[in-house]
């Protein structure tokens, strides 16, 4: 509605904030266990607590538990996994493809076809970017509250086809004309079919994020650790995969001719479509096979009540709600405490579908007898990272270790941190070295070429940009893929979902931080160097935040978590948590 109507960025914002609001106090209703017969027994907080990790005072269901054990048990196997976890990964694949080849040409397509500004179309990317992690938190209250995993990855399944049919049907300009291209090569399509589309896709693809892994995980007896490590390191190697495919395909899709236009954007979202229905089939044909565990109750609820029961100060939040659930909600907040900077790391880090694509589009890409697209460079980032993590694991940190230098959770975060800014530096004297061309040759010709307008023999070459490409993968490696340990290690056991969800959280306030920030200037050079001093701040407040909750988080681990019950606090100390 807010689309079709083209109301005003605020309102669509507005919008879409109430509704959020209006579900978490639906959810409060529901999870009323005081007040609703279906919760007289109260059930526990998310797949863990199935497995045998009861929320504080709250009772399992143990028959219950023995029936999805009995289930896992006499389902069959392959290769040793359950049957249903090929169907899984195969789901997994084809959605990052979907998103992912979307995702890879949808710069270009707001551009180049859209006819919008460059900062009209870095405002619409990172809005659409910071939706499909916002959504993450309504997904997983749906399902732990309402319908559970498996109908909530396929309802939004379903939406998410919508979605991407929305987007390829609106790309064709001869059905939804909106003008002609001033090259002549081609119709502009209508602007509010494709916002429409990234809209529901974002619903779609956010809602279905905390679910599908953690599905998977269901799937597995508990005496299977081990698999369920296998599991995890396929799952992430199918997001990878599918991303990388996409990152290579889509571009050359959309650069085709089709439908009398110049380029095939129907194409280039009609396949990633076509990649979302076959994951919908694939997820449905292991439905018989599935252990299906119900509604368990989601921990935030919980969270928000020991919260306003704290900030009202006219009750004791320990008589009311006991002492070890306000201990873990406090823990909670020492955590997100240490989230702080990440919006900033997420707000540089997703300018790579954005800003630096629209940089790229002002280099020469031919090399050979081969032209390298702007977009394509999307690629060489999960390509680095599945190089690069095993070599940081293998080499990079034992040799850190080696050598005296730190190499716990406050350094990777920090020193990640620091290489973002600098990969921000690195593109800063690209740009200036690209203005720098155009002076010359203006100078040297007699003309008044822009960056846009410069022949490509006189511009600098594509391949200029992978020096930032490494630094910032890099940084990636070392700052959120240990924020998401951080996240898990020092969480409580019944929270460790929560932290996961308002993790994801960060790339959306990221992203919003972004749309803000680019409408300071005009001038792309002032604005990556600008991002880097902006991350040097990140960088220097992780530093103080991980020094003050330092104490306090490695206390309540070696008291009350699993992990650390009976550890003394030297043994879990934040610097070595790479250990464990």
């Known amino acids: 509605f807010c689309s079709l109507s083209q109301v005003t960025s605020n309102s669509r914002h507005f919008v879409l904030f109430t509704c959020c609001f209006s579900l978490v106090l639906l959810t409060f209703q529901r999870y009323d266990g005081g007040r609703r017969k279906s919760s007289v027994v109260r059930r526990g907080s998310s797949a863990l607590e199935a497995r045998g990790f009861p929320t504080i005072e709250e009772p ?142 974002a619903l779609g693809t956010g809602g279905i994020k905390p679910c599908v892994s953690s599905f998977g995980g269901d799937q597995f007896l508990a005496s299977e650790a081990g698999r369920v490590q296998r599991y995890f390191s396929m799952f992430y190697f199918s997001i990878n995969a599918g991303s990388t495919v996409a990152t290579l395909l889509t571009p050359e899709l959309r650069s085709a001719q089709c439908l009398g236009d110049s380029s095939c954007f ?6 990633p479509a076509v990649f979302m229905f076959i994951a919908v089939i694939a997820f449905l044909l292991a439905s018989k096979w599935y252990v299906k565990i119900p509604p368990l109750g989601n921990p935030i609820v919980d969270v928000a009540k020991v919260s306003w029961t704290m900030l009202r100060r006219n009750e004791n939040p320990e008589a009311v709600h006991g002492a070890k659930k306000v201990a873990e909600t406090k823990q909670l907040f020492r955590v997100l405490a240490v989230f702080i900077p990440f919006p900033l790391f997420w707000a540089l880090f997703e300018q790579q579908g954005s800003r630096w694509i629209v940089q790229a589009q002002r ?79 203006n100078e040297a010709h007699g003309t008044a070429e822009t960056l846009d307008t410069l022949p490509s023999k006189y511009q600098l070459h594509i391949l200029t940009t992978i020096p930032q490409i490494f630094a910032i993968t890099c940084g990636e490696i070392l700052c959120s893929i240990t924020g998401l340990e951080f996240a898990y ?81 030297k043994d879990v100390k934040l610097e070595d948590m790479d250990n464990k």
């Open 266 to 271: 129907p194409l280039a979202f009609g396949v």
């Open 363 to 441: 280099m020469n890409g031919k090399l050979g007898s081969i032209v390298i697209k702007p977009d394509q460079m999307q690629v060489f980032n999960p390509l680095l990272i599945l190089c690069l993590i095993p070599v940081f694991e293998t080499v990079v940190y034992p040799l850190m270790k080696r050598v005296g230098l730190p190499t716990g959770a406050t350094f990777r975060m920090v020193f990640g941190l620091i290489l973002v800014s600098f990969s921000f530096i690195i593109c800063g004297f690209v740009e200036l070295g690209m203005e720098e061309r155009v002076a010359a040759y």
């Open 60 to 201: 399992t269901n143990e028959n219950k538990n023995d029936d999805y054990e009995k289930k896992r048990a006499t389902v069959k196997r392959v290769f040793g996994f359950p049957i249903s976890i090929p169907f899984i990964i195969s789901n997994e694949f084809c959605e990052r493809f979907s998103y992912y080849g979307m995702r890879t040409v949808l710069t270009i397509y707001m551009t180049q076809r859209l006819m919008m500004d460059k900062e009209e179309a870095t405002d619409w990317y990172h809005q659409f970017v910071a939706l499909c992690y916002a959504t993450p938190l309504l997904g997983a209250l749906v399902a732990d509250v309402f319908i559970g995993k498996y109908m909530t990855i396929l309802i939004l399944s379903i939406v998410y086809c919508i979605g991407n049919v929305i987007m390829a049907v609106t790309a064709v300009g001869h059905w939804f004309p909106a003008g002609t291209l001033p090259d002549g090569g081609g119709i502009i399509p209508q602007k509010w079919g494709p916002l429409l589309g990234l809209q529901i896709i």
């Open 489 to 569: 290690a020092y969480a409580p056991v019944s929270m460790k979902s929560v932290c996961q969800s308002f993790f994801l959280l960060t790339n959306a306030f990221g992203n919003v931080i972004t749309i803000i920030f680019t409408k300071v200037t005009k001038r792309d050079l002032v604005l990556y160097f600008m991002w880097a001093g902006i991350e040097l701040g990140a960088a220097a407040l992780m530093y103080f935040i991980t020094n003050a909750v330092r104490e306090p988080l490695e206390a309540f681990k070696a008291a009350n978590s699993m992990e650390g019950a009976t550890a003394s606090p």
